[in-house]
């Protein structure tokens, strides 16, 4: 464990300021949001059907769209 923290205090001496976990938050915030954002987007759909069964097939094809929708914004803080 202390040979960690040393390995950790070594590479926060040597990064500059603007390096560092800086990106690791953004895209795990990204991804976080995205992931909240699919679990909504399935729940309401599940939601839906057990609402109207009839709907499901329409109900499943808005769903995926919803969910790529969401799934792009992990991407985009991922590699922008």
Not at 34 to 61: F, T
Request: glycine letters at 14%; a negative charge.
């Amino acid at each position: 464990m202390i040979e960690l923290l040393a390995q950790a205090q070594e590479i926060a001496q040597t990064t500059t300021p603007t390096e560092g976990i800086s990106g690791s938050i953004q895209g795990g915030l990204g991804c976080l949001g995205a992931a909240i954002g699919v679990g909504i987007v399935g729940m309401k759909a599940a939601e839906a059907v057990g609402r109207n069964p009839d709907a499901a097939n329409a109900i499943l094809i808005q769903s995926i769209i919803g969910m790529a929708l969401a799934e792009a914004v992990a991407f985009y803080s991922l590699f922008l």
